[in-house]
T-cell receptor
């Protein structure tokens, strides 16, 4: 049982490049979400999904796209990376938004130069 | 949206000391969780506690939902307790889709000195 798996763990991008952060969970959780963590600002919600085919924006969605074609996977796409997107990104899952026991991935540290 | 405030922002204690971390929130909640982020960045779920009191070893948590706050108690601190503690809440008073957002506070950074 791997829980929530995020890849890659580290990434350096040049301004304007695109990339996809991968997130996969094997717990059959319906709810998945992406957060970014910046110094002094806690975790801020980027996008979330309540099930396959259903996504919605969080607090800071600009510059990011998501899709949810399967229950297991919830990739986060940066279309044109900007230095302001330098951050640590976390993926999380749970059975329902109000459920106990959110499980977080180990994070992706992204630097945009 | 709901506001979450944590205090103190930083706390430095000697090993063996006790500590109390506070989380205030601005609206009713039906999900409140405490997380510990260790020095390597991993986020670990400590408690799911939208109301009442729970204990797990040296850690315990109390949420007084009517007064909109939660407390995390750490007794006999150890150096492994160091890290950042986050409170996160969800207000699902509006039950329609679009309100499924767990909102985090900015955390309390705890440093335990040997």
């Amino acid at each position: 049982n791997a829980g929530v798996t995020q890849t890659p763990k580290f990434q350096v991008l040049k301004t304007g490049q695109s990339m996809t952060l991968q997130c996969a969970q094997d717990m059959n959780h319906e709810y998945m979400s992406w957060y970014r963590q910046d110094p002094g600002m806690g975790l801020r919600l980027i996008h979330y999904s309540v099930g396959a085919g259903i996504t919605d924006q969080g607090e800071v969605p600009n510059g990011y796209n998501v899709s949810r074609s399967t229950t297991e996977d919830f990739p986060l796409r940066l279309l044109s990376a900007a230095p302001s997107q330098t951050s640590v990104y976390f993926c999380a899952s749970s059975y329902r938004p109000e459920a106990r026991g959110y499980t977080f991935g180990s994070g992706t540290r992204l630097t945009v130069v | 949206g709901i506001q979450v405030e944590q205090s103190p922002p930083d706390l430095i204690l000697q090993e063996g000391a006790n500590s109390t971390l506070r989380c205030n929130f601005s609206d009713s909640v039906n999900n409140l969780q405490w997380f510990h982020q260790n020095p390597w960045g991993q986020l670990i779920n400590l408690f799911y506690i939208p109301s009442g009191t729970k204990q797990n070893g040296r850690l315990s948590a109390t949420t007084v939902a009517t007064e909109r706050y939660s407390l995390l108690y750490i007794s006999s601190s150890q150096t492994t307790d160091s890290g950042v503690y986050f409170c996160a809440v969800l207000n699902r008073a509006i039950s329609n889709f679009g309100n499924e957002k767990l909102t985090f506070g900015t955390g309390t950074r705890l440093t335990i000195i040997p």
